[in-house]
T-cell receptor, first 114, second 115 residues
């Protein structure tokens, strides 16, 4: 089983639609969670962190369910500029020696169309 | 520019040659990561440094791969005897020493093509 699994893409949605991405992780010791955005042939950039209480940033809402080991990202009123790949990222602590490892999902491609 | 810097941005090499990539992290960041990404996949973890110590190395990293961070600042990733399967984007990321919840900042990557 992969450490981080995401919905397969691509998601093709009309402008203005609401779209949701899901992600599950296997390591219950995971401590922190993020959604990154990656544009074609560019580096990943942080979109938002994900907190246990859920958090919102404008049109974007992230949720975390630790019991189910599940993370979600909701995008409302999608724009053409939202077209990108969205990567679910889980920060897994190392057992010994300190530090941690950011583990990425495969990513879900979103295409917003007119 | 105070972001993560990678050099070169692109590298084309013949199979069997050695290549070396460099990463300069954000100056106050003590954590440094290397990832590899192929088309349609998310970044795959290769190795992790905390200061100059290499704390973790993925099983993806065969003995042809070696990474160093000699003074806890910049890092190099060397691939010896390159193979066509090594063609990928190699991404470096850094994060500050303020707990495990801190995001990582990525460089623009080095795109390797082995011909």
């Amino acid at each position: 089983r992969k450490e981080v699994e995401q919905d397969p893409g691509p998601f093709n949605v009309p402008e203005g639609a609401t779209v949701a991405f899901n992600c599950t992780y296997s390591n219950s010791a995971s401590q922190s969670f993020f959604w990154y955005r990656q544009d074609c042939r560019k580096e990943p950039k942080l979109l938002m962190s994900v907190y246990s209480s859920g958090n919102e940033d404008g049109r974007f809402t992230a949720q975390l369910n630790r019991a189910s080991q599940y993370i979600s990202l909701l995008i409302r009123d999608s724009k053409l500029s939202d077209s990108a790949t969205y990567l679910c990222v889980v920060n897994i602590p190392r057992v010994t020696g300190g530090g941690n490892k950011l583990t990425f999902g495969t990513g879900t491609q979103l295409k917003v169309e007119l | 520019d105070t972001g993560v810097s990678q050099d070169p941005r692109h590298k084309i090499t013949k199979r069997g040659q050695n290549v070396t990539f460099r990463c300069d992290p954000i100056s106050e960041h003590n954590r440094l990561y290397w990832y590899r990404q192929t088309l349609g996949q998310g970044p795959e973890f290769l190795t992790y440094f905390q200061n100059e110590a290499q704390l973790e190395k993925s099983r993806l990293l065969s003995d042809r791969f070696s990474a160093e961070r000699p003074k806890g600042s910049f890092s190099t990733l060397e691939i010896q005897r390159t193979e066509q399967g090594d063609s990928a984007m190699y991404l470096c990321a850094s994060s500050p020493p303020t707990g495990s919840s801190t995001e990582a900042f990525f460089g623009q990557g080095t795109r390797l093509t082995v011909v």
